[in-house]
Nanobody
């Protein structure tokens, strides 16, 4: 069974920074992609950033130039460095991964339970 555990959320003032972490544990054969999504108050869940196994990255336009996604394959961990935070970045941030647990089988998608980021003065 695969589990994703996020950490690093909290309260920060506008213009501040936070670093989120997400670690995948359990039976893991190969991780194809790891990503962050977020859901703000009264909003639908939206894509934030993704990093593929070859280190290719994608970002939502709203966070480009401010957020950086990275991964440590040895630790099955993905990070999201968030700088120049704005009140509109307030949301629950969810970790997402696409991975396979057994060789030669299709990958599945897994979600963490989320970590709350509040940007407020």
């Amino acid at each position: 069974q695969v589990q994703l555990v996020e950490s690093g959320g909290g309260l920060v003032q506008p213009g501040g920074s936070l670093r989120l972490s997400c670690t995948a544990s359990g039976t893991i054969f190969n991780i194809y992609a790891m990503a962050w999504y977020r859901q703000g108050p009264g909003k639908q869940r939206e894509f934030v950033a993704r990093i593929l196994s070859g280190s290719t990255t994608n970002y939502a336009d709203s966070v480009k130039g401010r957020f950086t996604i990275s991964r440590d394959d040895a630790k099955n961990t993905v990070y999201l460095q968030m700088n120049s935070l704005k009140p509109e970045d307030t949301a629950v941030y969810y970790c997402n991964t696409v991975l396979s647990v057994v060789p030669k089988t299709p990958p599945d998608i897994y979600w963490g339970k989320g970590t709350l980021v509040t940007v407020s003065s």
